[in-house]
């Protein structure tokens, strides 16, 4: 779907949910530009959209904000469709998409799946980049992921927030899962987009928005509340890993479940984190009984279903 409220000229927002990340078009009568693709199991609806809005036009470029699954998953599919197109993705994870490095790019960690593709270039943060006849400023993003970067156009103060800023908090804090300190990252990269003063917002999930100041403090407020409780943003991770399935999968068996979640490393380092003395399968229980208390899933029987 679209915006729900008219964008700036030469840009539109398809809205897609939470298993695939928001799909951004700038037009002008030159070229084409989409921002983000989606997650794989998408990619035909993904294209479709594309196609639909170009009307048998070129798509001339595909940028990537950051190479989680459900941002590039759409990828290979649009690279089929047009083999003249040119892929730019964050400098962070070039290294490891040319040689296709899954551990690297966190696919194997998080049980998810991303079909191959390649790149021709790079968004380099500090610099402009022309799209579709406007300038927009690419911005270093890290926190919910290191390499993630943020495009601002200053005229029209338009920002591609990714999974900085949503109207409604922010992406998980990948690196903490890790082990790794960020935080303080996220903190910056929030100071970062109110000091860019941006009149509309199109974040990576959600629908797009003009309030920034009033994202922005419940942003701090979760952030905060994080940063005083560790554990209670590694469990709210482990559930938003594991709901990320369930809606790929709409139901599953539980015992086919419990198989995909043994081979992720994350849901295991988040258990050994959180189990205390638990076992693997009693802390996988505790998430999904929370899961159904929060009304994200349904269980009945053996079988897994997402709300």
Not at 70 to 95: F, M, S, V, W
Request: aromatic share 8%; hydrophobic share 40%; charged share 15%.
């Amino acid at each position: 779907m679209s915006a729900s409220f008219p964008m700036p000229r030469g840009i539109q927002v398809f809205e897609r949910g939470w298993l695939s990340s928001n799909n951004i078009l700038l037009t002008n009568e030159a070229s084409a530009v989409l921002i983000d693709s989606g997650y794989v199991s998408h990619a035909n609806q993904t294209l479709a959209l594309v196609q639909h809005a170009l009307s048998g036009r070129e798509l001339d470029l595909l940028l990537n904000t950051h190479l989680h699954s459900d941002h590039c998953g759409g990828n290979q599919a649009l690279q089929k469709a047009y083999p003249r197109l040119q892929t730019l993705i964050p400098p962070g994870h070039a290294e490891a998409v040319a040689i296709w490095d899954e551990a690297a790019l966190t696919y194997q960690a998080t049980g998810q799946n991303c079909p191959r593709f390649q790149s021709q270039g790079q968004l380099i943060p500090g610099t402009e980049i022309q799209l579709a006849g406007s300038t927009w400023q690419i911005h270093g993003a890290p926190g919910h992921d290191p390499h993630s970067i943020l495009l601002f156009e200053p005229f029209e103060r338009t920002l591609i927030s990714a999974d900085a800023l949503w109207q409604h908090g922010f992406g998980i804090v990948f690196p903490e899962l890790e082990g790794v300190s960020a935080f303080h990252e996220v903190a910056q990269t929030l100071d970062l987009i109110e000091s860019l003063n941006p009149q509309w917002v199109i974040p990576g999930h959600g629908t797009p928005f003009h309030d920034c100041q009033s994202a922005l403090v419940f942003a701090r407020q979760k952030l905060n509340a994080f940063v005083q409780n560790p554990e209670k943003h590694a469990r709210y991770g482990a559930k938003v890993l594991v709901k990320f399935k369930i809606l790929e999968w709409h139901q599953i068996d539980k015992k086919d479940f419990v198989a995909w979640a043994q081979k992720s490393p994350y849901l295991h380092a988040l258990s050994q984190a959180q189990a205390n003395g638990q076992s693997f399968a009693d802390w996988l229980d505790m998430i999904l009984a929370e899961l159904v208390k929060s009304n994200a899933l349904q269980v009945d029987g053996r079988i897994l279903r997402n709300i």
